[in-house]
């Protein structure tokens, strides 16, 4: 290997070589398996690019350019859709990448042989792109209303329909939860991240018992892990009280099978045949349920202000964010605490109102 010395192994100037010993030694045990498979995901990325770029996986090749390359390739067209066509990547999913190889190299530094990285760390010379100023996503009342008409209603929605089923009783399709997919989203409406949800367990919730939860007033769900190994208490609205109940009592049971250790709040239908061991739900299957609903929503309102494009599980958290700014006098203490966010960028955010309050705002000024 030309500009080794003689006596360092011809592996220890791979790539890939490298990347398994950070990630087995510094990452998988270290991060949650999400996490850690991410990590894997985004710096496999950058292997491939450099081997089909250079052919070849030399560590010591990896240079400034290089990484400033693979930032373009990938704020250009880092993303491939379906049928294999290429599109850009958002600019924080691009950094995230870079902060993923920031970390390697830095590790690389730390344990490999200054003969390895002669002009040191890579990433450092790199900056991340700009981001885009955050724009508010809460959505507005007329909506909430709406979408809240479309959720209490969701049952019909997955009712087998045709012929053969008329003047019979109503049967729901086999992968139907509707009323997993109501608490789901009520739950967001109180707060509550995507990852936060897939995360619940079911020792989590202060009453667990079907019939208590229905008429208790007061309900939380302790030790909810957000962000930067944080955690906070979530007191649950009413809405979210009922569509819990209901997912308890009616859902959840029979797909707590045997075969699984059913500790998740939320679990997969068990007639799903490639459903997780433990039988808990994803966060690509989240963003299926609460996305469907968004769907259902929009095609059963004609009205161009009420149309929500698509629904995502972080409208509802602005929403909630909003409201919870407006009845607090934007406290900010009340804001960190229930959102479990300390960023000021993002608490500004939250308490922006919706395009339709922001208007109202100025219409007679």
């Not at 042989?113 to 002009?119: N, S, V």
């Not at 989240?286 to 609903?293: A, F, L, P, Q």
Request: proline residues 5%; glycine residues 8%.
């Amino acid at each position: 290997m030309l500009g080794l010395s003689e006596d360092l192994d011809p592996a220890d100037d791979s790539l890939t070589v490298w990347i398994e010993r950070y990630l087995d030694l510094a990452v998988r045990g270290v991060r949650s398996a999400e996490v850690a498979a991410k990590i894997a995901r985004h710096l496999q990325r950058f292997a491939t690019w450099i081997a089909g770029g250079l052919g070849h996986d030399r560590l010591s090749a990896v240079t400034v350019r290089e990484v400033t390359a693979w930032r373009e390739h990938l704020a250009a067209a880092g993303n491939l859709g379906r049928d294999g066509t290429a599109a850009p990547m958002a600019a924080a999913t691009v950094n995230n990448h870079l902060a993923h190889l920031s970390a390697l190299f830095s590790w690389i530094c730390a344990h490999a042989t200054a003969e390895l990285l002669r002009h040191g760390d890579p990433t450092k010379k790199v900056p991340p792109l700009p981001l885009p100023a955050p724009q508010p996503r809460a959505l507005a009342a007329a909506q909430v209303r709406t979408v809240k008409n479309v959720v209490d209603r969701i049952e019909t929605f997955h009712e087998l329909k045709g012929r053969r089923r008329r003047g019979a009783a109503a049967r729901l399709h086999a992968h139907a939860r509707p009323a997993r997919g109501r608490a789901i989203v009520y739950l967001f409406g109180t707060g509550l991240r995507r990852a936060e949800v897939v995360g619940l367990d079911l020792d989590q919730l202060e009453v667990a018992e079907v019939a208590v939860l229905r008429r208790a007033k007061t309900v939380r769900l302790r030790d909810v892990r957000g962000k930067g190994r944080t955690s906070r208490t979530v007191f649950l609205g009413r809405d979210a009280r009922q569509a819990l109940a209901d997912y308890l009592e009616h859902e959840r049971p029979g797909d707590a099978t045997a075969s699984t250790t059913p500790t998740a709040l939320f679990l997969s239908a068990a007639s799903i045949a490639a459903r997780r061991p433990d039988g808990r739900l994803s966060p690509r299957s989240i963003n299926t349920i609460v996305g469907e609903i968004g769907r259902l929503h929009d095609a059963q309102t004609s009205d161009p202000g009420r149309k929500l494009g698509v629904l995502r599980p972080h409208d509802a958290r602005h929403t909630f964010a909003f409201e919870l700014s407006q009845r607090s006098g934007h406290n900010r203490a009340e804001l960190e605490r229930r959102l479990g966010h300390a960023n000021d960028r993002y608490l500004r955010l939250y308490i922006n109102p919706p395009d339709d309050i922001a208007a109202s705002y100025i219409e007679d000024l």
